[in-house]
């Protein structure tokens, strides 16, 4: 099966996940382009109900459109007393187009709404939590003619905070904050944050399925 690289194209046009795989796909001696190499692919239609759905459709259309293998991600958030919201919807919470400020804003006045904190006992850091949450990430490896070569899921535990923290990431990571280290994801270095993020995981079960398979 074709692996990867020296080079990969990513199904993506978002800068921070860009930086990410750059980092993670580095570490395997391969370059990373993007969508933002390749201006004239139209915009995608993200009509999945799911990650992995939505994954498949990017990785799919963007094979197509260059000939050559792709690999997706679709991600986003799942807070628990949201009942999984934002989940799919992630980049347009607050509408289009897509403003991660306006979403985290719009995150803090729904969970605002709901009072009570939550997960304050688990909490050693005493940061004002409002309800665990976890990311996920669904990552797709498809072959220029849209064959699945493999399909992978992986997530991320922790909370959202009331305030939010931290300068580095994108998205949500200023609220996404991570019991165990006292800190938010975008108080988290890049190789940090790789190391525990959905994303990282995902890519690492991406390698593993592909490695497997020779
Ligand atoms: O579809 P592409 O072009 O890849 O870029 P996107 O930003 O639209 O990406 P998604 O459709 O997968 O939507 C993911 C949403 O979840 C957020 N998200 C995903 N991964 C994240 C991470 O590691 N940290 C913070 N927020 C994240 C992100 O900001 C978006 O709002
Ligand atoms: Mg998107």
Redesign the pocket.
Known sequence: MPLPGPEVV?????A??VK?FQALFGERGIAVRS?RDYPDIPD?V?DGET?AA??LI?ARAVAKAIGAPAV??????AVERLNGA?G?Y????AGEP?D?AA?NRKLLAELGQLGATAGAAANPGGVKLLSAAK?V?AMAFVDADGTVLAAVEGECDGAIAAEPRGEH?????PL?YIPQLGRT?AELSMEE?NAL???GQALRKLWQAMDKQG
């Open positions: 990513i199904a993506t046009k978002n921070g996940k990410e969508l995608i993200e990650f939505n994954a990017k997706a991600d679709d991600s986003g958030l934002p799919v992630s980049a347009r919470y897509a991660d979403n990311f990430c990431g994108f998205g949500y990571d996404f994801m944050k993020s959905h994303r």
